[in-house]
Antibody, heavy 120, light 107 residues
């Protein structure tokens, strides 16, 4: 069955960096777009970024553009979110998600999430 | 940017009730809309995509309709496990946007 396992979260000071990883299994990884979605404590869902099935197209939410970098390694079934210049408002649970299609549509499977806390 | 407005933001209902949640887009988004369920402390789950297509393994009491700017999620016969928060999401153009959520509580 489809499994997504995020890792790399933790506590970090403002302006520091963190890299999140998502390990995928149970499906043909190279055929699907992959998303990151975050949820601040007791808040709603916020889409962060998506990468196309082949890694050629990447799209970001405006507040992370220029700070976050999305990448994938189809040989390892992995997707990565490099987060730079972190801010307090980036504090959230970050979910990795598998798209229903090759690029950007609905998120049909979600990982368990990894918590990122930005605090001095 | 396109905005999504979900209504109501919360509702109280009883087991067996028919529940309807609305999501309005500020501009037309064709049928590029999904609905998700999130139970407390749990991961979101896809219910509906392409406005009306049922996600894998989703019970048939969930249905979606609409296109353009107005969309509806209907739960026909609310079950105890359906008490949760529901989000719509548009994926027509970028950025992808989630609605603010509708919390369905037990009456």
């Amino acid at each position: 069955q489809v499994q997504l396992v995020e890792s790399g979260g933790g506590v970090v000071q403002p302006e520091m960096s963190l890299r999140l990883s998502c390990a995928a299994s149970g499906f043909t990884f190279s055929n699907y777009g992959m998303h990151w979605v975050r949820q601040a404590p007791d808040k709603g869902l916020e889409w962060v970024a998506v990468i196309s099935y082949d890694g050629d197209k990447k799209f970001y939410e405006d507040s992370v553009k220029g700070r976050f970098i999305l990448s994938r390694d189809n040989s390892k079934n992995m997707v990565y979110l490099q987060m730079n210049s972190l801010r307090a408002e980036d504090t959230a649970v970050y979910y990795c998600g598998k798209d229903v299609r090759t690029e950007a549509a609905a998120i049909e499977k979600w990982g368990q999430g990894t918590l990122v806390t930005v605090s001095s | 940017a396109i905005h999504l407005t979900q209504s109501p933001s919360s509702l109280s209902a009883s087991v067996g009730d028919r529940v309807t949640i609305t999501c309005r887009a500020s501009q037309g988004i064709a049928n590029a809309l999904a609905w998700y369920q999130q139970r407390p402390g749990k991961v979101p789950k896809l219910l509906i995509y392409d406005a009306s297509r049922l996600g894998s393994g989703v019970p048939s009491r969930f249905s979606g309709s609409g296109s353009g700017t107005e969309f509806t999620l209907t739960i026909s016969g609310l079950q105890p496990e359906d008490f949760a928060t529901y989000y719509c999401e548009k994926y027509y153009g970028f950025p992808l946007i989630f609605g603010g959520g509708t919390k369905v509580e037990i009456k």
